[in-house]
């Protein structure tokens, strides 16, 4: 069928070990996953359930190679985050998941950055306002190549790490989690309809704060991956 305007580019991502792309087909992110994360944004993690928002499918930024990717610093802020995270590649789909069968579903993992204009966000939550321009702005998810489950299994452990020209920003461990990523994809599926190529930022360890042009972010998931990024 013939489209009235060029159809749009689809966004992919780079799988390790292959020539082959993974197709990007939503972004879902999961909010204060890191106990202690919870409490720098002042909540309690023991009360609440997991907060998701979206990104959009081109929010993706592919970070591959040695040298760091340039993302733009976006417009209307002052006071942009960094945020670490676990990325989840589904090659299948599915709802209302048990978390006993989720991991079928995972076809590999990855490392993003969840970049977030936190001010817009502050103002947003004052008001009860929606995330969205705080958090599904251009260029708000750079992101590793995929490594498939198959080659490193399903990590439930290892070091999260973020660095800013050299020092550390944010540590923590999968083990830390409030929510599994089995029990993060099942909670989910009873939501929406979760689809092959969907990815899911797992949420950040404490420690996020503020960046500026020039600032170079360097990021990795033990067992999984890296990525390293400059502000431009």
């Not at 950055?113 to 998810?141: C, I």
């Not at 550390?168 to 461990?173: N, P, S, T």
Request: aromatic share 6%; charged share 15%; proline share 11%.
């Amino acid at each position: 069928m013939a489209s009235v305007i060029p159809p749009p580019p689809q966004p992919s991502l780079p799988v390790l070990g292959t020539d082959a792309v993974f197709p990007v087909h939503r972004i879902y992110c999961v909010g204060r996953n890191y106990a202690a994360h919870a409490r720098e944004m002042g909540s309690d993690p023991a009360l609440e359930p997991p907060v998701f928002f979206t990104k959009p499918a081109d929010a993706i930024v592919p970070v591959s190679g040695p040298e760091p990717a340039a993302i733009p610093y976006p417009p209307a802020t002052e006071n942009l985050h960094h945020e670490i995270e676990l990325v989840v590649a589904l090659g299948e789909g599915g709802r209302d998941i048990e978390a006993d069968r989720a991991n079928a579903l995972i076809y590999g993992y990855a490392v993003g950055l969840d970049m977030t204009r936190r001010d817009l966000q502050n103002a947003a939550k004052a008001v009860g306002g929606p995330w969205d321009m705080a958090k599904a702005f251009d260029s708000s998810a750079p992101c590793s190549v995929i490594t498939p489950a198959v080659a490193i299994g399903h990590p439930a452990a290892g070091v999260v790490r973020l660095s800013v020209n050299g020092t550390v920003r944010q540590q923590g461990d999968l083990a830390d989690l409030i929510w599994s990523v089995p029990l993060v994809i099942a909670h989910l599926s009873r939501l929406v309809t979760l689809a092959p190529g969907d990815l899911i930022f797992t949420g950040t360890p404490e420690g996020v704060g503020p960046v500026v042009r020039g600032d170079r972010l360097d990021g990795e998931v033990a067992g999984v991956g890296a990525l390293a990024i400059t502000l431009v």
